[in-house]
């Protein structure tokens, strides 16, 4: 069952889902039909200028507010419900086994007890939640739990921009978790629903490009690379003279003189390619 599923149950009422990542914010908005499947509604993003956001760190509140605001507005949805996700970076996580059987109260005391070992902050400063994810494989009669702590000004900031754009956060998720839901739905509509197949997935961000491999819904790989859109920016910014600003918006808007492909995108590709391949080896 997801976190939605959870939630709400399985019929979910419609909702936005918020990405902001270093270069941008990106919006989607989700319904669903009759028959329970989900359905793009709406999608919308929202450029940011460099240094904004840092390392997942909002370093300037005010301007990705006002950003993510025109981008509700540009999106025309009208739902108000959003989904958030933290940035891996900023979150710890840690599995522990538990007895089974615990009731809700005494788990949460089981848990906080054992997040002192493994979180380096006063647990006053952290947001702390925790799942139980089934059955212990190690320990009979035990239970495997996801611990997940981040500190409260981080979380508070995801959430301060939700409701400066008069959004409702619902869920605030750890976008590495989220990749993987989302690949999940991917691989179940492979042939036999990807049993025993290696999956990998490689997200190419503005500063990172991430790598993850999965079989059977376990993570058997997943790492970050410092490879991503703003190299390919840069090298426009210094082939032809612009801003980084300025090349950045001409690469989005395709605007970039004749020679652009054979001079810097092929070699860009390649490079890309390369850096796949060292990150599969």
Known sequence: MSILDSIFGRKHPPMIGLDVSSSSAKLVELGQ?????????RFAS?????????????????EVADAVRRLVAKS???????????????????????PAGLR???MEIQVESEAHQYIPFSLDE????????????????DVDVLIAASRKDRVQDRQGLAEAAGLKPVVLDIESHASRLA??????????????MLVALFEIGADTAGLKVLRDDEMLYDRDQTFGGAQLTQLISRQYGFSFEEAEQKKLAGDLPEDFE????????????????????
């Open 33 to 41: 039909t009759p028959s329970g499947d989900l359905v793009l509604e």
């Open 46 to 62: 929202e450029p940011f200028e460099k240094g904004w956001i840092a390392d997942g760190q909002i370093e300037k509140f005010d």
């Open 76 to 98: 025309g949805a009208k739902t108000r419900d959003v989904v958030m996700a933290m940035p891996q970076s900023a979150v710890i996580t840690k599995r522990i086994v538990l």
């Open 104 to 106: 809700e109260t005494e």
């Open 126 to 141: 952290v947001s702390l939640d925790f799942c139980v994810i089934g059955p212990s494989q190690s320990s009979t009669g």
């Open 183 to 196: 690949m999940g739905r991917v691989i179940s509509s492979l042939p036999e629903q990807g049993k025993d």
């Open 262 to 281: 054979s001079t810097l995108l092929m070699p860009f590709v390649d490079s890309l390619a390369h850096e796949i391949g060292r990150a599969l080896q």
